[in-house]
Structure formats: C-alpha cells, structure tokens
Nanobody
C-alpha cells in the first residue's frame, strides 16, 4: 500500500525556520496536486498549502509569505519550507494529494515555543 512519511519537524523558537519533507513509497505524486495540512488536538485537519502539477501554489492566508511549498516528482517528494514561525503554527503537519487522497501518514510535529 502507499505510504507517506513526513519528517523535519521539531521544536523551534518563534521566528525560526523548519523544512518539512514528505516522501511517498510509490510514484503517486506525478500528475496530482499535492498539499500540506496541519492539525492540532480537537481541531480539524486544515489545508496549509498546495502545489499544482504546473507548479502554481496557494497558501492559507495566515502562512502566506512565510511558507513555501515545492515538489520533486522524480523523488516522489513534496516539501514545506517554513520561515518566521509563530506559536500558532504549532501542529502536526501532514502531506497528501489534494484530491484522490491516499492513507495519511503519521505526520511530523512542529512546536513553536520560546
């Protein structure tokens, strides 16, 4: 079965940066819109950013200008560069296809705290 593995999270101070990576076990990203989501306990899983096949991107308003999503289909990977992190960015971050979802991975915890 398809497996998604997120990595790169951690504890960072406000204003810091992290780069999240997501690697799929199979060639399932090519031709699909890819996305990053985040979720906190008791909250829904929110769309943070997505990137289309042609490289167009779209971001949640609250992260726009701070986060950058990118993809490397040859590596079955999607990335999220997060700069100027804020405490409200604290969440578990997940990757997936925007539509035609595959099973969710474990996510990677991002904690922004001083």
């Amino acid at each position: 079965q398809v497996q998604l593995v997120e990595s790169g999270g951690g504890l960072v101070q406000p204003g810091g940066s992290l780069r999240l990576s997501c690697v799929a076990s199979g060639n399932i990203f090519s031709g699909y819109v890819l996305a990053w989501y985040r979720q906190t306990p008791g909250k829904q899983r929110d769309l943070v950013a997505y990137i289309t096949v042609d490289g167009s991107t779209n971001y949640l308003e609250s992260v726009n200008g701070r986060f950058t999503i990118s993809r490397d289909d040859a590596k079955n990977s999607v990335y999220l560069q997060m700069n100027s992190l804020k405490p409200e960015d604290t969440a578990v971050y997940y990757c997936n296809r925007r539509l035609a979802l595959v099973d969710w991975g474990q996510g990677t915890q991002v904690t922004v705290s001083s």
